[in-house]
């Protein structure tokens, strides 16, 4: 069993939804497709069919669930980089210009944590989707549970860092 095959049995219900080799991991909901990188898709091991039962799950979110947290995950203030980069301008501007500087750190602030928060919540789920799928068909390694966790805190820097 393959990553591909893994995405492909998990997205076979939804309807408008495919799967196939790209650049890296991630899904793209605009077109419903799961990219999967030539290693996710190719590979036999835990960590390819993990990652790709996560990345499918993002479809299963998308196209199951479809909650008004899956549209906040994927809108522009949390999406783009220019969301941070305006904060820290922002922040900056104040204390050059002594405005008072913590209305608007405090603000920065609460977009920044409420970013990360919408990332990593969205990312969880994903990941509890990915193993339970995986569990029920019988795929689960003993060491899913522990990949699909470090791959979930590896989020934590890039929603940091975005
Ligand atoms: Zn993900």
Redesign the pocket.
Known sequence: MTGLKIAQRMIRLLPGVTAGVGTCDWYEPRIRHVHLSPRTARGEDMRALACAA??AA?AVQHVRLHGISFRVWQSWPVQSPLVPLGLFSATLAAVAMKWHPWPVAIFAACVALGRVAAVMLM?WE?STIALGWLKLHGFEHPDSAHYLRRLWRS?LWIAIGL
């Open positions: 996560h990345e993002h990312e994903a989020y």
